[in-house]
């Protein structure tokens, strides 16, 4: 079983009738959904697409949305999945730098195909899902007219089977390649952590066009398991799913979980099938992370970390270690320890070379699950990989005698302020503990004096002066890292993923500048 098709085809023949996923009202069978994706990979066939082709598709999550990516792998095409949170040409950026020769689109968003179809210069074939009304080819008719044959072409296990596009919260979109064998190492992590059994079911919360929900959905194969299908990240669909469907294991990000939290809807939710929950892709703060345990007694928590680059989480924090009257309470601040096939070292960001334990430096991993390279950017691809495959996060953080992994900052983030080196996240865990302080984000702005100082941009809860605030942090950090000014703000922008738009915050401050950084 080296490559992810052919686990599908195991799964479909050691047990046909067990469901592999639920959608809606929708339950497809692995037998069932073993025959869809050859008809899915004949009409992708006969729409031209051939070995090493790009497939994009622009939907929420859905059955098609997975069916896609096992069919373009079957003839050893590549799925291009795009945020569906993207203006419309953004997306045809996306489109376009991988030369998708066929572009499929869920119904919500026939708008965005219709403001950018003139602007795609590699795709001859735009699907719509339900479009039977519509001026395009309608998706359904489009499978259905395919001829049911088993392509021929036998994947390699090296082969790209996914595109992910890298959220460019510093700059355009890259795409990221990931392998079978990139998937596969990730995957069999989770055999050795989740415990699961032939009763467990799978929800695929995350949308499916981010590494976490991509994983997760192709992980309902690999691990012979039910995967209820969320179509948007949803805290009462999503709570309600739960209950419905008895789901044991799920992935959240630490804004869904503080959501969840104010819900009254979710708080009527039967959720106690729960067995696992995986949280990450963001920090969280230690009240919302109480909450949700409060909210969820009888579920284990797991924190991870990892990067699209790494096919996921490369580091876990245990279980056991989610005790927040425990001995360790400290740990809950730190992303966990490695997995048992990556290697993690933290190094000095210009020399590359090893630093000291306890101190902070550029986070680097050496695992099976780092990318392939970055679609088309060779040079990108050098400076993030080196030949020996230990790939540079741009995370900054540092590791504990324990070998606990402590996170910091993206390098990109970090202020050199008079010389010395200053870390957004290390002042947002401070501010965030002023109980008047409901949300930040810390970004370098100019200074005459120092080249930059940090700015702190706060929501409150309440009135506070700019020097409470800052007086509140210089009880508890070194002066030269707290924010020389304050700016109240309604609310901090993020991705969907939770991620700080720390571009889009500094910007106004830094125009007339040649760069970003003083």
């Not at 409060?294 to 580091?315: D, S």
């Not at 996060?393 to 050199?416: A, F, L, P, S």
């Not at 706060?458 to 070194?478: G, K, N, T, Y």
């Not at 309604?490 to 969907?496: M, S, T, V």
Request: glycine share 8%.
């Amino acid at each position: 079983m080296a490559v992810l098709t052919e686990v599908l085809r195991e799964r479909a023949s050691s047990h046909p009738d067990r469901i592999a996923y639920i959608a809606g009202d929708t339950e497809i069978s692995f037998g069932d959904f073993d025959r869809r994706v050859d008809r899915v990979a004949s009409a992708l066939a006969g729409a031209g697409v051939v070995q090493g082709d790009r497939v994009a598709i622009l939907d929420k999550n859905s059955l098609e949305y997975v069916e896609q990516l096992f069919g373009a792998a079957r003839l050893g095409a590549v799925q291009v999945p795009v945020n569906y949170r993207l203006a419309p040409d953004e997306v045809a950026y996306i489109v376009n730098n991988a030369k998708a020769k066929v572009f499929i689109v869920g119904p919500e968003f026939i708008p965005v195909l219709d403001a950018i179809a003139d602007k795609l210069e590699h795709t001859s074939l735009s699907v719509v899902i339900n479009g039977g009304d519509t001026a395009y080819q309608d998706y359904a008719a489009w499978i259905d007219a395919a001829p049911d044959t088993t392509p021929e072409y036998e994947p390699a296990s090296s082969d790209v089977f996914v595109q992910l596009y890298s959220s460019g919260t510093t700059g355009r979109p890259k795409g990221v390649m990931l392998t079978h064998d990139n998937f596969l190492a990730a995957l069999t992590v989770t055999n050795d952590v989740w415990e699961i059994d032939e009763s467990s079911i799978l929800m695929i919360a995350m949308p499916m066009y981010h590494v976490a929900g991509n994983v997760l959905s192709v992980s309902s194969i690999y691990n012979g398991l039910a995967g209820v299908i969320a179509r948007e990240p949803d805290p009462t669909l999503i709570a309600k799913g739960i209950e419905r469907h008895k789901v044991t294991h799920i992935f959240l990000v630490p804004v869904l979980l503080q959501f969840m939290q104010l819900i009254p809807e979710v708080a009527e939710a039967d959720m106690s099938s729960l067995k696992l929950l995986l949280y990450g892709a963001s920090p969280i703060s230690e009240d919302v992370l109480r909450g949700a345990m409060r909210m969820l007694p009888g579920t284990e928590f797991m924190q991870v970390y990892g990067l699209t680059e790494v096919t996921g989480a490369i580091t876990m924090l245990p279980a056991e270690d989610h005790d927040p009257d425990g001995p360790n309470t400290h740990r809950l601040r730190s992303a966990g320890v490695p997995n048992a096939t990556t290697k993690i070292k933290i190094v000095d960001p210009a020399t590359q070379e090893e630093v000291p334990t306890g101190q902070v430096g550029e986070i680097i991993c050496q695992t099976p699950q780092n990318m392939k390279g970055y679609w088309g950017l060779p040079d990108a691809t050098t400076s993030a990989l080196s030949d020996d495959n230990w790939f540079r996060t741009g995370d900054v953080g540092y590791m504990d005698e324990d070998g606990y992994i402590y996170m910091h900052d993206r390098v990109k983030d970090m202020i050199v302020s008079g010389g010395e080196n200053i870390y957004p996240a290390e002042i947002e865990n401070v501010l965030m503990g002023h109980p008047a302080v409901t949300d930040c984000a810390v970004i370098g702005v100019p200074s005459d004096k120092w080249g930059e100082t940090p700015k702190a941009l706060v929501v409150l809860s309440e009135d506070l002066s700019e020097q409470d605030i800052i007086d509140f942090c210089r009880e508890r950090l070194a002066h030269f890292k707290c924010p020389s000014t304050v700016e109240r703000r309604d609310e901090i922008p993020r991705n969907p993923t939770g991620k700080i738009l720390k571009r889009e915050l500094r910007e106004p401050y830094w125009e007339g500048h040649d760069r970003a950084v003083h």
